[in-house]
């Protein structure tokens, strides 16, 4: 099938940032008469991002043709984008709609060749593609994928708030905020940033996230990362003679 071969292409064109904004907001999730828990994570082109919400409203079928639901699909953190991080990345929870439950068979949309976007598995690189094939939604035709990961936590989404950091310095963070609730979600990749590879998405607690303690060093890397922070002005002393900035992540 053509959507297995798709994971190997590159694709040319992104969305340029102005146009972030309004695209992205009216992904908010709609009103649930239960609270939001978090689902399957994974990053997304937000290029795609529209498309990738409307595959998911598609009703697939399991290997005996009984029916899998449609899914909600969550926005959680939007990086940036530029030229140090490539595209622009939204990190999304997908949940199957109706029960809530985590989604562990997502639908992705095509491009025109009838091919995955190869950027899916280049930014979810720890996350498990299996058993892709091609079915017809209401939407149009889309690649049904079942996702494997590891453990994404166990909260309420309107509890948390999101930050992304690169991977190796999650227990700095930890280290410099002993009373907060810190969650490591997904470690996702971020295509050509100037730090490495590989960079976590944390969930914080509301509470902390209003007054979150950053070392110094780190506040560069996190503005690159995250359009959601606010950096106080000056500086306070931390462990170990370091110097911490005081950051609000909304």
């Not at 082109?45 to 998911?56: G, I, K, Q, S, W």
Request: glycine share 10%.
């Amino acid at each position: 099938m053509h959507v297995n071969q798709g994971f190997g292409r590159t694709r040319s064109r992104w969305m340029p940032l102005v146009a972030l904004c309004g695209m992205v907001c009216g992904l908010a999730a709609t009103a649930h008469a239960q609270p939001m828990r978090i689902g399957t994570v994974l990053g997304v082109p937000v290029e795609d991002l529209t498309a990738f919400r409307l595959a998911n409203d598609t009703a697939g079928s399991d290997i005996y043709g009984q029916r899998v639901p449609p899914n909600d699909v969550t926005l959680l953190h939007v990086s940036p984008g530029s030229g140090l991080t490539g595209p622009t990345i939204a990190t999304v929870s997908i949940t199957q709609r109706g029960s809530g439950l985590k989604a562990w068979r997502v639908f992705f949309p095509l491009q025109s060749d009838g091919t995955i976007s190869p950027l899916y598995q280049q930014i979810n690189g720890r996350d498990v593609f299996t058993n892709a094939q091609i079915i017809r939604g209401s939407n149009g035709a889309v690649a049904q994928v079942d996702v494997r990961q590891e453990h994404t936590g166990n909260f309420e989404l309107d509890q948390m708030r999101f930050l992304l950091l690169p991977a190796n310095t999650f227990y700095r963070l930890e280290a410099e905020n002993p009373r907060a609730n810190l969650v490591t979600v997904h470690l996702q990749r971020m295509p050509y940033n100037s730090w490495g590879t590989w960079v976590q998405l944390v969930a914080i607690d509301s509470e902390s996230a209003r007054e979150l303690k950053i070392p110094e060093d780190m506040i560069s890397q996190i503005r690159v990362l995250n359009s959601n922070v606010i950096v106080g002005s000056g500086t306070l002393a931390g462990a170990n003679g370091s110097r911490l900035a005081t950051v609000v992540v909304r």
